[in-house]
């Protein structure tokens, strides 16, 4: 069992930054695909950026050139330029791909950006 942890979600204003983090139980996270989702109120939940083991890293085309996945330790979601429209809870996933999400999910964090 491979428990994940988000960190990072709050409350910004529109062109603000927020930087979210994902730590897992084990060090499996350092050798398999990691993903952020979210999910806004009313809509489905959506793939946000995926970086593979590797490093190779893939973007939703609603945050390319505002948001960047990076890895270490832990997973990152920097995101930059935020708009109201990415309010929504945000979760880590593991073992996903671009296709379909993996088994292991975090509990959500809050991200809101309002003036």
């Known amino acids: 069992q491979v428990q994940l942890v988000e960190s990072g979600g709050g409350l910004v204003q529109p062109g603000g930054s927020l930087r979210l983090s994902c730590a897992a139980s084990?060090?499996?996270?350092?050798?398999?695909?990691v993903g952020w989702y979210r999910q806004a109120p009313g809509k489905e939940r959506e793939l946000v950026a995926i970086?593979?083991?590797?490093g190779m890293a893939n973007y939703a085309d609603s945050v390319k050139g505002r948001f960047t996945i990076s890895r270490g330790n832990t997973v990152t979601l920097q995101m930059n330029s935020l708009k109201p429209e990415d309010t929504a809870v945000y979760y880590c996933?593991?073992?996903?791909?671009?296709?379909?999400?993996?088994?292991?999910w975090g509990q959500g964090t809050q991200v809101t950006v309002s003036s």
């Open positions: 996933n593991l073992g996903g791909s671009i296709a379909a999400p993996g088994y292991y």
């Open positions: 084990r060090s499996s996270i350092r050798f398999t695909n």
């Open positions: 970086i593979t083991s590797d």
